[in-house]
T-cell receptor, first 115, second 112 residues
Framework: DVKVTQSSRYLVKRTGEKVFLECVQD?????MFWYRQDPGLGLRLIYF???????EKGDIPEGYSVSREKKERFSLILESASTNQTSMYLC??????????????FGPGTRLTVL | SQQGEEDPQALSIQEGENATMNCSYK?????LQWYRQNSGRGLVHLIL?????REKHSGRLRVTLDTSKKSSSLLITASRAADTASYFC????????????FGRGTQLTVWP
């Protein structure tokens, strides 16, 4: 069965801390994505990656960075956490088949609270 | 930037009734997808319809796509309480490396 896992379901951090959110997929997917979800705002794309060591900015990359050293793992880094980064973070992955892009598979989410 | 906009924002129905949710979008797409999210969980893919398709079925789900009106609808027939969730449409464009543009979602509540 297809699986995307995230390192934590709930995380509480202090303002100014460096925060790492890890995402691992076991489907050999080329593409991986990080979103944040806030009430009334839907899903907003932070960063995505279409290959190892490749990354593309999404709509709200400020305050975040990412790392993709291995195909199965995509990390989201909050360099200096701030209270406005309190949110639900969702990771997803998808395959590219014959040049066509397919559905995304999501992890369970990490609810991050920054105090 | 959001691409899809779902309508209505919230929908409340009784078990056994049909639920229809709509999605409108602004630019050209090569596919449109519907996802479901139970409270506090990740999204689950329901159905994908490509831009050259007009209708697709999967179990109790029926999706239509009208590219001339830039709109799609998701119909859930014979709703159950377990269908209570948020439903999102997402559009894919050919040139954007697999990224999807999500709407803000419709919250569906199905009362027993």
């Amino acid at each position: 069965d297809v699986k995307v896992t995230q390192s934590s379901r709930y995380l509480v951090k202090r303002t100014g801390e460096k925060v790492f959110l890890e995402c691992v997929q076991d489907m050999d997917h080329e593409n991986m994505f990080w979103y944040r979800q806030d009430p009334g705002l839907g899903l907003r794309l932070i960063y995505f990656s279409y290959d190892v060591k490749m990354k593309e900015k999404g709509d709200i990359p400020e305050g975040y960075s990412v790392s993709r050293e291995k195909k199965e793992r995509f990390s989201l880094i909050l360099e200096s956490a701030s209270t406005n980064q309190t949110s639900m973070y969702l990771c997803a992955s998808s395959a590219t088949t014959g040049g066509a892009y397919n559905e995304q598979f999501f992890g369970p989410g990490t609810r991050l609270t920054v105090l | 930037s959001q691409q899809g906009e779902e309508d209505p924002q919230a929908l409340s129905i009784q078990e056994g009734e049909n639920a229809t949710m709509n999605c409108s979008y602004k630019t050209s797409i090569n596919n449109l997808q519907w996802y479901r999210q139970n409270s506090g969980r990740g999204l689950v893919h329901l159905i994908l319809i490509r831009s050259n398709e007009r209708e697709k079925h999967s179990g109790r789900l029926r999706v239509t796509l009208d590219t001339s009106k830039k709109s799609s609808s998701l119909l859930i027939t014979a709703s159950r309480a377990a269908d209570t969730a948020s439903y999102f449409c997402a559009t894919g464009r050919g040139s954007t490396l697999g990224r999807l543009y999500f709407g803000r979602g419709t919250q569906l509540t199905v009362w027993p």
